[in-house]
């Protein structure tokens, strides 16, 4: 895409007269802050939720706490949980959240410093992609942050997730 992807995504859910929630925990409110710093995103954008901490993610979001104690915080199903928490949340077209382990430390050799969990929801689908990024963890953040506003200009744009 030539031009960003967060301006991309606004375009599109302007035109389309649709509206946006996002649900963070390793990107810490990046992605609210791409999405706000396009002039007119309080046409598309109903909030965000940095719910770094498991209660805020059951708390704020509605992720059952047994899929926090079973696949962890970092999973496919707290992500996909997270989505449809904060597009319910927010009465949104569209739920994206991000989780995962941004390093240095946190990592484990089953869930390693860089995985990330990436979720787009609309109440009638909802995908999930995991991710195994390199770098710092700003870049990690940021990599992770910039993935899943592409996720869902796919996602509206072809219906599909893809890379």
Same mark, same amino acid.
């Given at each position: 895409?030539?031009? %960003? ?5 606004? =375009? ?10 996002? =649900? #963070? ?20 954008? #109903? ?8 209660? =805020? ?15 962890? =915080? ?9 989505? /449809?928490?904060?597009? /319910? ?21 089953? /869930? ?12 009638? %689908?909802?995908?999930? %992609? ?10 990690? %953040? /940021? ?21």
């Amino acid at each position: 895409m030539d031009i %960003k992807v967060e301006k991309a995504v606004g =375009a599109l859910l302007r035109k389309r007269g649709w509206t946006l929630a996002i =649900a #963070e925990s390793c990107t810490g409110g990046l992605v609210s802050d791409w999405i706000t710093n396009v002039p007119g995103s309080s046409d598309y954008f #109903e909030g965000g939720i940095v719910s770094y901490s498991n209660l =805020a993610k059951t708390e704020l979001l509605g992720v059952p706490s047994k899929s926090v104690k079973h696949y962890g =915080a970092v999973s496919s199903q707290v992500a996909i949980s997270m989505a /449809k928490g904060v597009r /319910k949340a927010f009465h949104a077209t569209f739920g994206v959240s991000t989780t995962g382990i941004a390093g240095p430390g946190g990592g484990t050799r089953k /869930k390693p410093v860089g995985l990330v969990f990436i979720a787009v929801s609309n109440g009638e %689908k909802t995908l999930v %992609k995991e991710e195994r990024l390199k770098g710092s963890r700003r870049e990690i %953040k /940021k990599e992770s942050a910039r993935r899943s506003l592409k996720y869902l200009h796919d996602f509206i744009t072809k219906d599909q997730i893809r890379k």
